[in-house]
């Protein structure tokens, strides 16, 4: 009885030197990342290619569950509101909820899972079968050609990717209220236009994105760059990106809103 | 450090951990020679080719390539020095996102600074060295195994290096596409003017290219000489590896109790005395 108390302790004793060692090797990653992003900015052309494979390739993802978060927004927001009598504040309603969190936030999860997971998998499996090695041979710095273009890459395509995500949000809860249930379209748009601030509204939405852009793109490349060079290794890399990012998502949101609410309670 | 050595290993010692590697090693290899690394699965062959490529220090002793003593460059002096060298990977190492053509393109564009027309002109002319100049399109899950050495064969030697090292050239070759390579080493290496290291435990594959051999076992050089000195040599251990027999000075069995005494005979017999 003793002694298994005593191995569990050490257990997590164990566990939890690898973790804080793990977010030590992270941050010294991350500042290894800022010193090797000249040549990536320098070189543009190698970022903007990694745009299109973080990025555009996660439209489709976002469009669409965009469009349904949306609409399920507005049948939601309608059958509440209605309630009180203030149906006609739907526009609002959608609108605030998507650009102050659910357009940040649900698009850093889906970008996470869609694009994360794949650059893990791809520095993984690059490390894995010596990709990385030979360029570092090469006297090319694998840190500069093929980390800092997928880490600046992310933080671009994240703000761009949850304000598609908002606008298609944004038009799903009007097909739904305007389109399907009858909500005067005068009223929806304007009542939005006079509730939405574009400082405190849109840009802090902007500011999450930009920051879980750099949260969910280190925890992928380092998982990736720090993966064993096995196939386990690799896809325990891949899961550990996704939930760590989803985890980091979740806490930075609420640090975030608290830092950013006007807080005239 | 004489000039006319390009790679001189003194007396090193490495070790991963606490588990030692190599202990005391020293080797010479003179400019424009092609040297063969060989020894058994894990003797610290291919350790010794990253030790010279900088990628590891050694515990103990120095490397120096073409005068340098590898460990003590800085990074910069690191990487100028690797612009001069070049390594053939166990499995190519191809970039498989790029095609043979970027593939071989990859050093010119990232060091040389030159036009795309001249970057177009060497690729091919180093593709069809190794007779796949046809095949400059394809990616590189589209090669055989051969192909891919050869493609990798091409990239190593397109900054006409002075050092190329490689890692395990033969290994899961075919015998057509293993001869292909072996005389492909010997070829560029000649052509070029360059210094070769090959590491492998291919022993008559090796033995038809090389001017050269060293012989290590448990991080020591055992046994070296021309292939001719290698072929008459008596050495037990050289001579169970040229000869590929089973059990000798490297034995067959890992280290581990007697088997008597794993099985329980031991305890058995002495039972059976006893009664």
């Known amino acids: 009885m003793l002694d298994r108390a005593r191995r569990t302790l050490v257990r997590l004793g164990h566990n939890f030197i690898d973790n804080v060692w793990r977010v030590g090797a992270m941050t010294r990653f991350f500042f290894m990342l800022m010193v090797a992003s000249g040549t990536s900015l320098r070189r543009f052309r190698l970022v903007m290619r990694e745009v299109y494979f973080t990025g555009v390739l996660s439209l489709i993802i976002i469009v669409v569950s965009g469009l349904f978060v949306g609409m399920v927004l507005g049948l939601q927001g309608f059958e509440t509101l209605q309630t009180y009598g203030a149906q006609d504040s739907v526009g609002v309603l959608v609108a605030l909820s998507l650009l102050r969190e659910l357009g940040p936030v649900v698009a850093a999860l889906l970008f996470a899972s869609r694009a994360g997971s794949a650059i893990t998998a791809e520095i993984g499996l690059m490390k894995a079968t010596e990709q990385l090695t030979a360029m570092d041979m090469m006297a090319v710095s ?124 | 450090m004489t000039a006319e050595n390009l790679v001189e290993i003194d007396a090193v010692n490495f070790g991963y951990g606490r588990r030692p590697v190599l202990e005391g090693i020293s080797m010479r290899v003179p400019r424009g020679k092609v040297v063969a690394i060989m020894g058994g699965s894990g003797c610290g062959k291919t350790t010794l080719l990253r030790l010279i490529g900088g990628q590891l220090r050694p515990g103990k002793g120095a490397i120096r390539v073409d005068g340098k003593v590898v460990h003590e460059l800085d990074r910069e002096g690191l990487y100028a020095l690797r612009r001069r060298m070049s390594m053939l990977f166990q499995f190519g190492a191809l970039f498989t996102d790029m095609t043979v ?112 051999l060293y012989f290590v076992a448990e991080g020591r050089v055992v046994g070296e000489g021309t292939p001719q000195q290698i072929r008459e040599t008596q050495l037990p251990v050289v001579h169970q590896f040229v000869h590929g027999e089973t059990d000798g000075p490297v034995p067959f069995h890992y280290p581990a109790p007697s088997y008597d005494e794993d099985v329980g005979l031991a305890a058995a017999r002495a039972e059976a005395a006893h009664a």
Request: proline letters at 4%; glycine letters at 8%.
């Open chain 1, 142 to 265: 694998p840190m500069a050609r093929v980390i800092a273009p997928r880490f600046w890459a992310g933080v671009i395509s994240m703000p761009l990717l949850a304000a598609i995500f908002s606008a298609m949000g944004i038009f799903g809860g009007y097909l739904v209220a305007v389109v399907m249930i009858g909500v005067d379209n005068g009223t929806f748009w304007s009542q939005m236009q006079a509730a939405v601030d574009f400082r405190y509204d849109v840009m802090n939405g902007v500011v999450k994105s930009i920051v879980f852009g750099i949260a969910v793109t280190v925890i992928a490349t380092f998982e990736g760059f720090d993966a064993p060079p096995t196939a386990e290794g690799v896809s325990g890399a891949t899961t550990r990106t996704v939930v760590s990012s989803s985890l980091a998502i979740l806490s930075l949101d609420l640090v975030l809103t608290a830092l950013m609410l006007r807080g005239d309670y």
């Open chain 2, 101 to 212: 053509f970027d593939n071989v393109a990859f050093p010119l564009r990232e060091h040389a600074g030159i036009s795309e027309e001249m970057v177009r002109d060497l690729v091919l002319m180093k593709l069809e060295a190794v007779g796949l100049r046809g095949a400059h399109n394809l990616m590189p899950s589209e090669l055989s195994g051969g192909m891919a050495r050869r493609v990798a064969l091409a990239r190593a030697v397109v900054m006409d290096p002075m050092l190329v090292m490689y890692d395990e050239p033969f290994a899961g070759l075919d015998p057509i596409s293993m001869s292909v390579v072996g005389s492909l080493i010997r070829r560029l290496n000649d052509a070029l003017g360059a210094t070769s290291i090959i590491v492998t435990h291919d022993v008559v594959e090796s033995m038809q290219i090389v001017d050269y």
